[in-house]
């Protein structure tokens, strides 16, 4: 486990950690069930139109391309926080302040960065 640095303590680490973990299960449930961003058939009238049925698939393939860029994000904060950079700027190195990666504990930099 990482070692706690400049403003980020054990437990604080350990919360994002979960956060983090928490956050890549329910990205991968999105990205196992498409399905289930759809309407059943039982929901769908005999008359919807295929222009409907096809920009309902246009939301599920944007929802997940979203959903698997971010999922990137996550496995990329939770191997920092494997490698002991986690919570560092990656341009500056200076600490991502906490309520930021509370936040988005995917963070890669400060607001200000």
């Known amino acids: 486990m990482a070692s706690a640095r400049p403003g980020l303590t054990k437990t604080q680490l350990e919360t994002l950690r979960r956060r983090l973990e928490d956050e890549r299960r329910r990205i991968r449930r999105v990205l196992e069930a498409p399905e289930a961003l759809a309407p059943s058939d039982e929901e769908r009238s005999e008359f919807e ?15 997940a391309e979203r959903e698997r860029a971010l999922l990137v994000e996550v496995d ?38």
Not at 49 to 63: C, D, F, K, N, Y
């Open 49 to 63: 139109e295929s222009a409907q049925r096809a920009a309902e698939r246009a939301e599920q393939i944007t929802v």
């Open 76 to 113: 990329h904060a939770l191997a920092k926080l494997g490698a002991g950079t986690y919570g560092l700027g990656e341009t500056s190195g200076e600490p991502i302040p906490y309520q930021r990666l509370i936040a988005i504990p995917w963070a890669r930099e400060g607001v200000d960065e």
